[in-house]
């Protein structure tokens, strides 16, 4: 049977890093890139995408979620390139 899922306080500092840009460019990465994914993910192991809950009224205000923009708009444009 599987574990229940666990909750982190998000205002401590992750128990892991993310890998470093040196391991990352070993991937192929230039070392912008690599720098640019490091930041991006301690931006989210730091809560980015805890910064505003949806509620009712933001769908009044952008009825279109993320999902749902990236369905419609940006999948068709990456297959079409």
């Given at each position: 049977m599987a574990s229940?899922?666990?909750t982190r306080d998000l205002s401590s500092p992750?128990?892991?890093s993310p890998p470093s840009p040196p391991a990352s460019i070993?991937?192929?990465l230039s070392e912008g890139r690599?720098?640019?994914?490091?930041e991006m993910l301690l931006a989210k192991e730091?809560?980015?995408d805890n910064g505003v809950a949806?509620?009712?009224r933001h769908?009044?205000?952008?009825?279109?979620?993320?999902r749902q923009w990236?369905?419609?708009?940006?999948e068709p444009a990456v297959r079409a390139a």
């Open positions: 229940p899922p666990t992750p128990a892991t070993g991937f192929g690599a720098d640019g994914m490091l730091s809560g980015l949806r509620t009712p769908a009044i205000d952008t009825p279109t979620t993320f990236c369905e419609d708009i940006l």
